[in-house]
């Protein structure tokens, strides 16, 4: 759209939590349009970490968001062409973006997991994310080395 930007669509909160991340991150996880499928899978991974973590004093959801923020990176680089030359600039990502590439990349590192359910692959890379560790997490962290390795070029920003 050259002229206006789309309307932002209003996103319900999800019916066990009643927040609207966790409906975020279940559009996000369904496939084919099945929702109660995603919903299910969701849950079904939130009860796995409980079980898995209950010396912890926070509740599965704290925990799903604590990874969620782990893994959620601050920078990142885009290509600019100045002059004959490409550049990966670093650039800082707005908060909208910020939660859609953390939520894609749990999900992404999740679906490439071994492991017999969904459910069971989301909770170890919720578990993983939450402990520092993991595909998502080594992303992130790939993510700003790379940053940190172009920041030279930090003046093409524009």
């Known amino acids: 759209m050259r002229k206006s930007k789309p309307k932002k669509r209003i996103i319900l909160p999800d019916p066990k939590f009643n927040d609207v991340l966790v409906t975020r991150f279940v559009n996000d ?23 898995r973590m209950k010396n912890e004093e926070i509740s599965p959801l704290d925990i799903w968001k604590k990874s969620l923020e782990n893994i959620t990176p601050a920078v990142e680089v885009k290509s600019r ?13 707005r908060a909208e973006r910020k939660t859609a590439i953390s939520i894609k990349n749990l999900i992404l590192f999740a679906r490439k ?18 402990n520092g560790e993991g595909g998502a997490f080594k992303k992130k962290e790939d993510t700003h080395r790379m940053a940190e390795a172009n920041r030279a ?4 920003r524009f």
Not at 113 to 130: C, N, P, T, V
Request: proline fraction near 2%; charged fraction near 20%.
């Open 29 to 51: 996880l369904m496939r084919d349009g099945k929702k109660t499928v995603a919903f299910q899978i969701f849950y079904d991974a939130l009860e796995i970490v409980g079980n």
């Open 81 to 93: 062409r100045v002059g004959g030359a490409t550049f990966q600039v670093p650039m800082e990502i």
């Open 153 to 156: 070029f930090a003046h093409f």
């Open 113 to 130: 997991r071994s492991g017999k359910s969904m459910a069971d692959k989301l909770a170890a890379e919720i578990q993983a994310a939450f």
